[in-house]
């Protein structure tokens, strides 16, 4: 009954990751007949719901040590679901997942944003978490993308989901601080003033806003 009311949906496919390049090949596949299954779902107009990837997912070592091979694996990997979505007209979000892979992610978010090939399709999205202490010059740095590709970017806002895992990880390291806020107040602080830079900027963003932990 939702659909007929031409409510948005994203499908996700929780706690996917690969370990090998078997279980990378799978997940590529799943990521394909969601799109195709998405895509039949008999909605029509300005109605698209889609689905959200996780690019841990799509390689077994997506890891910042290995960003000299996984980078172009993924960029074509997510490139060709990107291609299919656009195919299909369904969005595709590229889930967040912990602070040490934010630059390796980026790097091929911009590769798949500069294929000419996806000009005029505007269902490519990104998951940015409040929580982590570099949100809001995230967001500048996607408007920028935005501006440099020609197209507006969905950006998803949620407050985070690896807490304990990265304040885990900063005290194992002796990190002089941890890249997420430890207060949830001043996660619901970053959360507010991250959802009104996105909708200031609508022009470039097509924003989405989430709970999410």
């Not at 031409?6 to 496919?13: A, E």
């Not at 799978?26 to 719901?49: K, T």
């Not at 000419?116 to 010059?137: M, S, T, V």
């Amino acid at each position: 009954p939702w659909i007929k009311k031409g409510c948005r949906f994203s499908y996700d496919m929780l706690g996917e990751g690969a370990r090998t390049d078997v279980d990378a090949q799978r997940y590529f596949s799943e990521y394909r007949h969601a799109i195709e299954a998405v895509s039949g779902a008999g909605l029509s107009g300005n109605v698209h719901s889609g689905i959200s990837v996780k690019l841990s997912a799509l390689y077994p070592r997506y890891e910042f040590r290995h960003a000299d091979i996984c980078v172009p694996a993924l960029t074509e990997r997510l490139g060709a679901l990107a291609a299919l979505a656009a195919e299909k007209d369904v969005t595709l979000t590229v889930d967040a997942e912990e602070v040490d892979r934010l630059e390796i992610s980026l790097q091929i978010i911009e590769g798949v944003l500069a294929d000419k090939n996806l000009d005029g399709w505007e269902g490519f999205g990104i998951a940015i978490q409040a929580y982590q202490k570099r949100c809001l010059p995230l967001i500048g740095h996607l408007a920028d993308l935005a501006h440099s590709s020609r197209r507006r970017i969905q950006v998803r806002l949620v407050k985070g989901a690896y807490w304990d895992t990265e304040v885990k990880r900063a005290q194992v390291l002796g990190l002089p601080e941890y890249p997420v806020f430890t207060r949830k107040v001043n996660t619901d602080l970053a959360y507010i003033a991250c959802a009104k830079a996105l909708l200031e900027q609508r022009d470039i963003f097509v924003p989405m806003l989430a709970s999410h932990n």
